[in-house]
C-alpha cells in the first residue's frame, strides 16, 4: 500500500498531537500519539502505538475551549498524564530508528509544536535523523476544498471513530495514506514538500529541511510538478 515510500524508508511514523493553543512557542501539547508502521513481508501494519496524556504544570488549566473540543480535562492530565521528561525520552527513542518518515496531517503544526516540545529538552536534533511528510498536501492534490482530516476520511469512506484525540488521529491518517497510495502511489514525490495556502502564507517558522510551496484550494497541477 505504501511501496513507494517504503522503498526510501525502513521506518514510517504517524504523529498527531493535541494542544493548549495554537502557537508552538507559548502553547504546549497535552496529547501525542505515535504509529511506527513498517513493512513484512509486502503487508503494511502498525508494530508499535504510543499514545501519551502530558502533564501540565499544577499551576496551569487548560482553556475551555480545549476541554470542549478534546474532552480531555486538567483532572485526566493530572491522573493520567505523563511527565514531559519521560514523553520526551519515548519521542527521542522511537526516532532513533533507523532511517525514518515523520509523517502527520498538517504536518506543519504538528512538527512545529513537537520541535519546541523538545527544544526545551535540548532534544531537538533528533529531528534531524527524519524526514518529514504532510498528508494534508498530499490530500489536497487529490480533492477540492474542503480538506480537514474529516472531510478526506468523509470522501474515503473511512470510520473516524474520535476527531481531536490524537491517537484517533492518527490512526486515521495512516489509513488515509494507505487508501491515496492504492489509488496513486506517487507518495514519494511528497517527502519534504508541504503545501500552504498562498492568501495566508506559512504559519510560524518553517522547518529549515522541508521545501515549502504555495498550494490552493483546488490543484490543476501536482504540487511536485
Avoid: W
Wanted: charged share 25%.
Amino acid at each position: 500500500m505504501l511501496k513507494s515510500l517504503f522503498n526510501s524508508f525502513e521506518n514510517i511514523i504517524i504523529f498527531d498531537v493535541e494542544t493548549t493553543g495554537l502557537d508552538p512557542k507559548q502553547d504546549e501539547i497535552i496529547e501525542i500519539a505515535l504509529l511506527k508502521v513498517v513493512n513484512r513481508q509486502e503487508s503494511t501494519l502498525v508494530e508499535n502505538e504510543y499514545d501519551m496524556l502530558v502533564k501540565l504544570a499544577p499551576d496551569k488549566r487548560l482553556p475551555d475551549n480545549i476541554t470542549n473540543m478534546t474532552g480531555i480535562t486538567d483532572q485526566q492530565l493530572q491522573s493520567e498524564g505523563v511527565g514531559k521528561d519521560k514523553v520526551c525520552g519515548v519521542i527521542t527513542d522511537i526516532l532513533s530508528c533507523k532511517n525514518p518518515l515523520l509523517v502527520a496531517y498538517n504536518a506543519h503544526f504538528d512538527l512545529s509544536f513537537l520541535y519546541y516540545f523538545l527544544h526545551r529538552f535540548n532534544k531537538a536534533a533528533a529531528l534531524k535523523n527524519a524526514k518529514m511528510y504532510d498528508v494534508l498536501t498530499v490530500y489536497k492534490d487529490r480533492r477540492p476544498y474542503p480538506h480537514k482530516l474529516s472531510d478526506a476520511a468523509n470522501m474515503y469512506s473511512l470510520d473516524m471513530q474520535s476527531s481531536h484525540r490524537a491517537l484517533g488521529d492518527a490512526r486515521i491518517t495512516f489509513e488515509l495514506l494507505c487508501e491515496m497510495g492504492k489509488e496513486s502511489d506517487d507518495l514519494e514525490r511528497y517527502v519534504n514538500l508541504f503545501g500552504y495556502n498562498p492568501k495566508y502564507g506559512v504559519s510560524g517558522s518553517k522547518i529549515s529541511s522541508v521545501t515549502y510551496l504555495p498550494q490552493g484550494y483546488d490543484a490543476v497541477n501536482k504540487l511536485y510538478e
